[in-house]
């Protein structure tokens, strides 16, 4: 597109080398630490990714007889089977007036433009990222209920004691090991732009392509928490419930980090439950530790916590919320 402003000009230049920067910055599942398993196959024919699974193992035999069969004995031969990611394009747009760009200060407009641009298609792919953890699609389940562990969906550790109170509602927070998804990215955040000189604006959009996929639903495991961030903490999660995933998931076998760590993503609602059991505050009043400030409790549950449990602890708003669980 040809345009003779200089200012669109520069802040388009602008707008490009920057996003990316700006989405790695603002998405959080993409992250390698967090989903090993990651494939990037940007500028190359195709838009899927198959990516093969080989069955778990089980104990050799012991007691083998002097030239017995040992295949028969214990036959350790691989079985395989694959996952597909096919990639799923996600965008944002926003529209800037001439009037915006002659009356705003350059790096105000852009930016604006980097912060909504970036962060809708990073939420967009976290969001997807999550839904899928739960179930293999890009869609939450529709209850709790469903949560049991078979097929591709995970298990809800604490689905039979969580009460959300009169609506039943609640948010689903996810314990998993990073061998549990897959990643597959087929376009880098990409930029472009239209002039409308009927509006006197013009259109400038965002889009990436990428998909999830889980490789294994026994390294997830989700812990129900009550949904929104001021519900009664006597309703809500507390630590026992993803001390138990944690050991669910060692008693799979599911990989840990390079520290030994596992990944607990939490909605600010479950953060404020689990400090709120930390220093008892929120009428939980069953912790011996002192009062703390957010701070400390940030430090605490990082540190020691994180130690004892066996999870690294990260906050998003953009896990599966404010669904039903019914019993």
């Known amino acids: 597109m040809a345009t003779n402003s200089s200012g669109i000009n520069d802040l388009y230049v602008a707008v490009v080398q920057d996003l990316i920067a700006y989405y790695d910055n603002a998405v959080l599942l993409p992250n390698p630490a967090l989903i090993v398993n990651s494939y990037n196959i940007a500028g190359g024919s195709g838009d899927s990714v198959k990516v093969p699974l080989t069955d778990a193992w089980t104990a050799g035999a012991s007691g083998i007889a002097e030239q017995a069969n040992i295949v028969a004995s214990s036959d350790q031969s691989l079985a395989t089977s694959s996952v597909t990611l096919q990639a799923s394009k996600r965008g944002a747009g926003t529209e800037i007036s001439e009037e915006a760009l002659e009356d705003g200060q350059f790096d105000v407009v852009r930016n604006a433009v980097l912060t909504r641009l970036s962060r809708s298609i990073a939420q967009a792919t976290d969001v997807?990222?999550?839904?899928?953890?739960?179930?293999?699609?890009?869609?939450?389940?529709?209850?709790?209920?469903?949560?049991?562990?078979?097929?591709?969906?995970?298990?809800?550790?604490?689905?039979?004691?969580?009460?959300?109170?009169?609506?039943?509602?609640?948010?689903?927070?996810?314990?998993?090991?990073?061998?549990?998804?897959?990643?597959?990215?087929?376009?880098e955040p990409t930029v472009k732009m239209q002039e409308q000189v009927l509006h006197d604006r013009y259109v400038m959009t965002g889009t990436v392509r990428n998909k999830f996929a889980q490789l294994r639903p026994g390294f997830i495991k989700a812990v129900a928490s009550a949904d929104g961030i001021e519900s009664n903490a006597s309703l809500n999660t507390n630590l026992s419930d993803f001390a138990l995933s944690v050991a669910k998931l060692r008693d799979a076998n599911a990989p840990t980090d390079e520290s030994g760590f596992y990944y607990a993503a939490v909605t600010p609602g479950c953060e404020f439950a689990i400090s709120s059991e930390l220093n008892g505050v929120g009428g939980t009043g069953t912790s011996s530790i002192g009062s703390l400030s957010d701070i400390g409790n940030r430090v605490l549950l990082e540190s020691v916590i994180s130690e004892a449990i066996g999870c690294r602890w990260v906050r998003s708003n953009n896990l599966v919320e404010n669904i039903v669980n019914t019993i």
Request: aromatic share 4%.
């Open 128 to 187: 997807a990222g999550f839904k899928t953890m739960l179930n293999n699609t890009e869609t939450a389940p529709a209850d709790g209920n469903v949560l049991v562990g078979t097929g591709a969906n995970v298990e809800l550790v604490n689905q039979a004691t969580i009460n959300a109170g009169a609506t039943g509602n609640i948010d689903v927070n996810v314990v998993f090991s990073p061998e549990a998804m897959a990643y597959m990215a087929k376009r």
